[in-house]
């Protein structure tokens, strides 16, 4: 029965969409209905509402809804959608202030003497407006008024001017920023949850291990790295419009002629190219290059460009006043005032501690004062003129609501078509599919492009992506990122403006398009460009670095980059030493034979000993990576042939794996079952026995030679990770010592300075009360703890404390105590001096040699050169599946 409930849930919502009612109510709504009737018939006809769902009851799945929604607002880490209102208020801003008029004209004035110019203005402006604006509809409307026109005046074919400025508007939902990548981003933050899961059982069920390495854990993404995933696949998308219209330009010169530019190209002519088109350029800049950067999270860019936004609004509707520009030159001048200030001054408050800091302080708070009022005077404009803010507001609240509502009612139908098992029916479809992962793929990606057809980009987003998304995620043997899904989903979407009957592009265009422009013609026009869409998805599945490789770039030079000890980043680093090793073997070896050389006899025991042994580890570095190397051979070499083997067996571990949990649930619910039941319990006693059968022949099918190729196979896998482990630990113990006797050395000259403080204690022992005393003596003590090596100097200073703050002071003991520390303190200060001089210059030269080979897992952050080689390797995927 949970069967039928299931195809009503999908035919009640298909039935509402199609019918022209509103998706915000038509997806929650089915939800609803179909949950009472299950829950109905349930109690009608079993007696029990929760008979006809296939795990939990109806209140269960109708209260998930919500509280999954109420996750967005109530999980302090899930504040994506906070980003969605200012960009929407950002776009509808600058549509609203003609910018992108302005634009069109301008940049089709400076194209349009080259052979399809006025088609590649088109895309190079819908490339800007995407960037800033993202709103398809007012960016299709703009184009299709004052391009259009001019396109069919100029003899441009109808069906490629049509089709160029519908899918030059489609650009906003690719390029960033985008509604779309936001809401992807919050999508697929609880579908890396659920493959996480799903993965750590997967290792579990199929290893005996408790704990999966979290090398293999599901890699996560954030609307940041959304936009960064795909700014390149967007770059990418616009060149082939260029390249497309370009070509169709020089072979049929008829469909895209060249028009002449009637004015001169004269300096006033490059003063307004430049007026228009610098402050978007700019304010693209200043928006995605600060989350590029690392300066501002999404919600704070979308901020800043919301007020830059206004900013632009307001000297574009007092065009020709003397007093157009002023706002904006106030609040640019603040901003390179007060960057100009935080660079030399120091701005916090409470840290201020010299009339240097004063000023710096004050000059902050004048020009932040002058940027607010700059702000504030544009927003007066843009509220005083033609009512622009108000009109805004309303649009912007309107479309965030919708937004919302969608999200709340896609939330209550992805519950209830759980609740019907709809979402397990799915996995075993997918996971049962002959090929693996890229099966599943595509066909998920041809779902997604017919739902296109007949479905917005929103409703495709919150209702397929949770149900499909942590299937695909979940896979080991692609391991694909959740960014490269999401692009790779985000540009699908895309397609949906564009495919009829419902592509709502078309529908914008349609709407100013002339009468002589017939809708076939529209059809046709777009038909090139949707295969265009689909030739740029195909490039970014063959090529995931494209995605993949700007989010791990700016993750890896980011202040808060991880550490190269992280475990996801090994494998990479473990590539790029090896490597460098075999590049620098002489110059490594020489740097081992010269500092080996060295006396190191006058060292404490523990530091001598670790010191030289540092030296053994890192000449035996050598041996070990071609240990690795050996094993990786062997492993790399076996795995053709075992990937077949190892495939066939888990898929029958994992229908046997069902086959008990069914089992398991068929006990629970005979042992429930009334005494005198006796015909549902032969029922399902006789559908038990059935599934037992079922398991014993699945057993039976088992590859004879699975246990001792298994067994084999795992042998190399073990023997890889060992040598693995032993290579990053002889480079541990190869660099760690030198590091810890360096800075030890490095601060004999911060320890000389505490000698006449400790010598001092001797007369704070005798003449000062001891508590003073003891006051004192943690003084001293804290210092010597600032520098490295000093723990018999702290723990002699201790004793010191002690005696003197014991319940009966003893000045005589605290006496002798400080003897001894000083003693010990003479005696540190000797080997130190004599180390500064004799080892210090040669140890610095090899730290250095060593650093960013042997020493790289201890850095505290990747250097430039080697960040951007790991940011290389780790974004291509990586097979792990015969480790599970």
């Known amino acids: 029965m949970e069967l039928v409930f299931l195809t009503l849930l999908v035919l009640l919502m298909v039935g509402a969409l199609g019918s022209g009612f509103p998706v915000a109510f038509a997806l929650p709504g089915s939800a609803i209905l179909t949950i009472g009737l299950a829950a109905g018939c349930g109690y009608l006809f079993a007696g029990d509402a929760s008979a006809y769902f296939a795990q939990g009851g109806p209140i269960q799945w109708l209260s998930a809804g919500v509280t999954n929604f109420r996750g967005v607002y109530w999980e302090v880490e899930r504040d994506t959608l906070i980003a969605i209102p200012l960009f929407v208020f950002m776009g509808i801003m600058l549509q609203r202030s003609k910018i992108a008029e302005d634009l069109l004209v301008t940049m089709a004035q400076l194209f349009g003497p080259v052979p399809g110019g006025l088609g590649i203005s088109v895309v190079f402006v819908g490339a ?124 049929r010169p008829k469909l895209a002629p060249a028009v002449p530019f009637a004015g001169k190209l004269d300096k006033r002519f490059l003063g307004r190219v430049l007026l228009v088109l610098v402050p978007p350029l700019a304010l693209i800049f200043i928006v995605l290059g600060s989350i590029i950067m690392g300066v501002a999270t999404v919600n704070q860019a979308g901020a800043i460009g919301a007020v830059g936004a206004m900013m632009m609004a307001g000297y574009r509707l007092r065009e020709g006043h003397k007093r157009q520009y002023i706002p ?73 609501s919708l937004v919302f509502i969608i999200l709340l009612g896609a939330a209550m139908l992805t519950s209830a078509f759980r609740g019907f098992g709809g979402e397990e029916l799915v996995r075993e479809f997918l996971t049962g599919l002959p090929g693996g992962f890229w099966v599943q793929f595509v066909i998920v990606m041809a779902v997604i492009f017919v739902l296109g057809f007949f479905l917005d980009f929103i409703e495709i987003a919150v209702v397929v992506v949770p149900i499909v998304a942590p299937i695909l995620l979940m896979d080991p043997s692609a391991n694909v990122t959740a960014v490269w899904l999401g692009v790779m989903i985000g540009l699908n979407i895309q397609t949906s403006f564009l495919t009829p009957p419902f592509g709502f592009a078309l529908f914008y265009l349609r709407g100013v398009a002339p009468v002589i422009v017939k809708t076939v013609e529209m059809y046709k026009g777009v038909v090139a460009f949707i295969g265009l869409q689909l030739i740029a998805l195909t490039i970014v599945a063959l090529f995931p670095p494209l995605v993949n490789y700007l989010p791990n770039r700016v993750s890896l030079t980011a202040d808060t980059a991880p550490p190269p000890i992280n475990p996801r980043l090994q494998y990479c680093i473990e590539q790029l030493t090896f490597e460098d090793l075999a590049s620098n073997k002489n110059e490594l070896m020489a740097a081992i034979s010269q500092v080996s050389k060295l006396d190191y006899s006058y060292l ?16 035996s570095v050598y041996g070990k990576r071609d240990a690795v190397l050996a094993t990786q051979v062997h492993l790399d070499a076996a795995s053709p042939a075992y990937r077949p083997l190892h495939r066939e067996v888990r898929a029958l571990e994992k229908k046997i794996r069902k086959i008990k949990a069914e089992l398991k649930q068929l006990a629970t619910d005979i042992s429930r ?59 541990d113990e190869g660099y760690l010592p030198v590091i810890e006797l360096l800075r030890i050395v490095e601060g004999t000259t911060a320890l000389g300075s505490l000698r006449a403080g ?27 703890g600032t520098v490295e090596g000093t723990s018999a100097i702290k723990s002699g200073l201790t004793k010191v404390r002690r005696a ?30 004599r180390a500064v001089k004799d080892l210090l210059p040669d140890l610095t030269l090899y730290e250095a040699t060593i650093r960013n080979t042997i020493g790289l897992r201890q850095l505290p952050k990747l250097p430039q050169e080697q960040a951007l080689k790991v940011a290389s390797c780790n974004a291509s995927h990586r097979d792990i599946s015969l480790s599970f």
């Open 128 to 251: 800007l407006l995407a960037a800033t604006t993202g709103i398809v509809g007012a960016t299709v409307v703009a184009m299709g008024l004052i391009s259009l026109p001019a396109m069919l005046r100029n003899n441009y074919s109808k069906a490629l001017a049509t089709g160029t400025i519908a899918a030059s508007g489609t650009l906003g939902q690719i390029i960033p920023p985008s509604i779309v990548l936001i809401i992807l981003a919050d999508q697929l933050t609880s579908a890396v949850d659920q493959a996480g899961t799903a993965r750590k059982a997967l290792y579990k069920a199929s290893t005996g291990e408790f704990s999966m390495p979290s090398e293999f854990a599901v890699v996560s993404t954030s609307a940041g790295d959304m936009f960064l995933g795909a700014f390149i696949p967007g770059i990418l998308l616009v060149l082939l419009y260029m390249a497309f219209i370009q070509i169709v330009a020089l072979l």
């Open 328 to 400: 904006a030159i106030m609040a640019i001048v603040s901003m390179v005032a007060i960057i100009v200030i935080t660079s030399n001054f120091e701005t916090n408050i409470k840290n201020i501690k010299t009339s240097e800091d004063v000023l710096g302080v004050t000059l902050a708070i004048i020009f932040v004062s002058i940027l607010i009022a700059a702000i504030a005077w544009s927003g007066w404009r843009t509220y005083k003129i033609e009512d622009t803010l108000r009109g805004v507001m309303v649009e912007t609240a309107k479309t965030t």
């Open 604 to 619: 404490p025991n523990k530091l001598k000993k670790s010191t030289t042994g540092s030296f053994k580890s890192t000449s």
């Open 673 to 731: 079952l009334d005494a005198g039941d006796e015909t549902t319990k032969r029922l399902m006693s006789a559908k038990r026995d059935g599934l037992q059968a079922e398991m014993d022949q699945l057993v039976t099918t088992f590859p004879g030679n699975w246990e001792a190729e298994n067994a084999s196979f795992v042998k190399l896998q073990k023997a890889n990770d060992k040598a693995r482990a032993s290579y990053r630990k002889a480079m």
């Open 758 to 784: 400790i010598a001092d204690l001797d007369f704070v022992i005798f003449n000062l009360p001891p508590e003073e005393a003891a006051d004192k003596i943690s003084i001293i003590s804290k210092q010597a």
């Open 804 to 833: 003197i703050k014991s319940k009966t002071p003893d000045p005589e003991k605290a006496k002798q105590e400080l003897t001894k520390t000083l003693r010990a303190f003479d005696k540190e200060m000797a080997w130190r001096t």
